[in-house]
C-alpha cells in the first residue's frame, strides 16, 4: 500500500512537471511570436548592412550591431573575442557568354567561387568540356581536358526529401572541381549551382586549392542552373561552342575580426556552458538573410526568450555569433581553441544554419543514453509541429567544440527552399518569413530550456 | 508449434507487405518529384489564365485546360458536370481615403468583399467606429452606430500555431459583420484582412446578407493589416477622422459553370469510389495559385503517379475539380447530390485546398475505428516528413458527401504563410515551391494507394 501510494506520488510528480515544462514552453513560444525581436534584428542586419563577407566593412559594422543589441538586453556578460579571418574580395564585374560560332555569343550569369583566382585581365576563352563529377576527370585524362574549360554539371538529386542530402552528394564539384582539374591542365572551370530550382542565380560557395602551387591554379566560377541546362543543350548541339568568362577576385591578407558574444551567467552550476549561436559572416551575393542572419538573429533572442519567461537558468547560457563560417571557420575554430586554454566546461552547443523556415526537428551528435534522454522530451514540441529529432550533425561552427561529453546539435527548419537562396543574390530579407523564423527561436529556447533544466546526468 | 509457424508467416507477410507499400511510395514520390506534372499545369492556370472566379471567362478557360489536360491522361473517364453558379463581379476602380481634417486625406488600399453591394456611385463617407467584433454592435447600439462606418478591426491571433485556427477566430467579421452592423443603422463596414502579416494587400473572401431586404443591405470591403493598423491609431488620435469608400460591384444571374471530372474505374470493386480534388474556381485579385490552383494540380497529378507508379487499383478513382468553392460552394454540393441520385457508393474522399506548401499530414473526418486504420499508414509517411494525422476537418467541397461509412480527408500543408496570400493580391504563382507542391501531390498518391489497398473493412 505504502508502495503504491509513493508510486502514486512519483506519477503525479511527474505529471506536475510535464505541467510545468508544457506551460513554460508555451510562454516561450507565445513570446517568440507576439514579442520577438528576431525579425527586427534581422532587418536591420539586411536591409541596413547587407551581405558580410569575412573582413568587409559589413561584417564590422554586423559585429558593432549585435553587440550593441546584446548589450541593450542587459545580460551578465557581452564581449568580442578577436579572431583573424581571411579576407577574399569578388571584384567586379564578372562576365562570361558562350560562343557558338565566332562572334555569335549568349551572355551567362557567373560569380566566381569564393577563394577563387581571378582571371587573366581579358578572361579566359576555351573549348568547354562537360563532366558530371571529379571521377570523369581521370577517364577524360590530359588529352581532353588539357588546354579547356571543364563545365561540372552534375545536378542536385530532386529524389532526397532532405535537400541537405542532395547538397552533400554534389558539393565537391564545387569544392574541389578546380584544383583537380588543373591536374589534368585544364584552364578554368564553370560549376552548376547547387540549387534544385531551375532559375537564373548563380550560387557562390567556398573552394579551396589546397597546397597546390600558386602558379598552378585555375579559376572556378557558378553558372546558374538555367544557364547550365542551356550550356549543356547548346554542347550537344555544338561541341565546338566556347566559354569565356572573366573575373576579378582577390585574397589579401588576413585581417582582425570579431566573434561577438553575450551571457547570462548561470545560478547554480556557472561552470557549465551552453552555447547556441549561429554565424554572423555570409556571402557577398544576397543580404545573408537564412545563410544565416536567421540562426544569428534566433540565437540572440534564445536569451531574451528565456528571460521573458522568467527561467533563471542553472548554467551559464552564451550566445555566440561566429565569425567567418563560410571561407575559413576561423570563428569556431577560435572560440573552442580558447574555451579549451581557459579550461571551460561545455556541456551543450546547439546552432541554427539552415534558414529561417518553419523548424521540422533538431539534429544531435551526441551518445546514444543522451539522444534517448533528449528524445523523451519530443512531445513537448509536437504542439508546435515540431516532430523529427535524429542522430546526426550539429552545425560547422560548434563543430570543434566536439568531445566525450558534450551534446551538438542543429537546428532543423524544412529544408525545401533552402537552395533556392543560399549563397546567391536572392538570400534576401523578404524572402524569411516572421512567423518561421519565431517558430525556430522559440524551439531553440525550449530545447535550451529542457536541456538547463534536466541535463544529462 | 504449427501455430507459432503460422504466426510467423503471418509476421513475414506483414514485413513482406510492409516492403510493398514503402517501395510503391517511394516510387511515386520518385516521380513527384522528378517527373510531375503539377507545377507545369499550375504554370498554364495561373500565368495563362489567372484569377478563375466563378462565372468569369476565366473559370471557363479553366475548365477547358484542365479537361484537355484529363483528356491527354488517358483515363477511363472524362467529363464536365453541370452546375448553375453565382456570378458577382468587382467592378473597378475601387478607392478609398481616411480624413482626418476636411480635405486632408490618405489614400487606403481595399477590395470590395465577395458578395457586396456596390456603394452609390459617389461612395460613403462617414465617421468611423472601431470594434473588435460582433459582439461589440450590441454594446454599442443604435446610438452609437447609425450613420457611421464600422471598422472590424480584430487581428487573428499569433500565438496559434495552426494558422487555420486564428482564421476560424476571426472570420465572422468578415462574413456577418456588414448584415450585423446594418441592424443598428452602420451605412458600411470596413473589415481588417485575414492575415497575419503586416503588409498592404487587402484580402477578400466571402461575405453574406442572408435573407436581410436588398434595400437595407450595406456595402464591405477589407482593409491591408497595415491600412488597419493606421486607421485604428488614427483614430485613436483622432476619433473624428472619416473614412471614404466607393467600390462598383454587382450580383449578376446565376450562369452555367462545371465540375470538371476525371476517372480510373476500378478493376475489382468498381462500384466504390475515391474521389481526390480541390477547387477550380478562385478569387479574383491575385491567380488562385495556392487557393486552389495547388489543390487542382495536385489532384489531377495523383492519378498520373498511380498510373505510372504501375498500380492497378481495384476502387473506382475519380478526380473533381469543384466549381465555386469560394462562393457558393455550388459544386461540391451538385457533385454529393447527383451521387446521391444515382446511388453511388462513395468510400473516400480526399481534398486539397489549403495551399501548396510543404505537406505536413493529413486530417480525417471518419469514425475512430476507422482512424485508428489509418494511422497504423503513418510510419509509411515519415520518411517524407510527413507526422501529423489528426481527426478533424477535410475540405469545403467533400463535405456535402459526409455520411456514416466514408472517410473524408483534408491534406495539411505547413500553414504558416497561408494567409499571408490568401484571397489576396500576392496570391500567386511565384510563391509556390515546385518540389513542395510536388510533396504534396505524392502525399496524397500514397494516401489514395493505402486506402484502396487496404480499405477500411
Known sequence: MRRILVLCLFISGLAL??????????????????????????????????????GSVQAEM???????????????????????????????????????????????????????IATPAVGIKANVVEVKGIEDLATLGEEKLSGKIVFFNRPMDAELINTFEAYSGCVDQRAVGASEASKYGAVGVIVRSMNLRLDDYPHTGNMRYGDEPINERIPAAAISTNGAELLSTTLQLNPDTKFYFKQNCKQFDDVKSFNVI????????????????????SWDLGDGSHDDG????????????????????QRTIRVVLFMNEENGLRGGTEYAKVAMEKKEKHVFALESDSGGFTPRGFSFDCSDADFEKITSWKPLFEPYMIHSFTKGGSGADIG????????????????????????????TFEHVNKRELELGAGAMASLVYLFDKYGME
Not at 551571457?263 to 552555447?275: C, L, N
Open 62 to 116: 554586423a559585429v558593432d550591431y549585435t553587440k550593441a543589441q546584446l548589450d541593450e538586453l542587459g545580460l551578465d556578460k557581452v564581449y568580442l573575442q578577436p579572431v583573424m579571418v581571411p579576407k577574399w574580395v569578388r571584384g567586379v564585374p564578372e562576365f562570361a557568354y558562350m560562343e557558338t560560332s565566332p562572334g555569335v555569343t549568349t551572355n551567362m550569369n557567373i560569380c566566381a567561387l569564393g577563394g577563387s
Open 294 to 313: 536567421a540562426g544569428c538573429v534566433q540565437s540572440m533572442d534564445v536569451l531574451r526568450l528565456l528571460r521573458k519567461s522568467g527561467y533563471t537558468p
Open 262 to 281: 553575450g551571457q547570462i551567467t548561470g545560478s547554480t552550476r556557472p561552470e557549465e556552458i551552453m552555447v547556441v549561436g549561429g554565424h554572423l559572416d
Open 400 to 427: 570543434p567544440l566536439k568531445k566525450d561529453g558534450i551534446v551538438l546539435s542543429g537546428l532543423r527548419p524544412d529544408s525545401q527552399r533552402y537552395f533556392d537562396h543560399h549563397h546567391a543574390a536572392n538570400d
Open 17 to 54: 512537471a510535464q505541467t510545468e515544462d508544457e506551460k513554460r514552453i508555451r510562454s516561450i513560444f507565445d513570446t517568440a511570436l507576439t514579442d520577438g525581436m528576431a525579425y527586427d534584428w534581422l532587418n536591420h542586419l539586411s536591409n541596413q548592412i547587407g551581405g558580410r563577407l569575412s
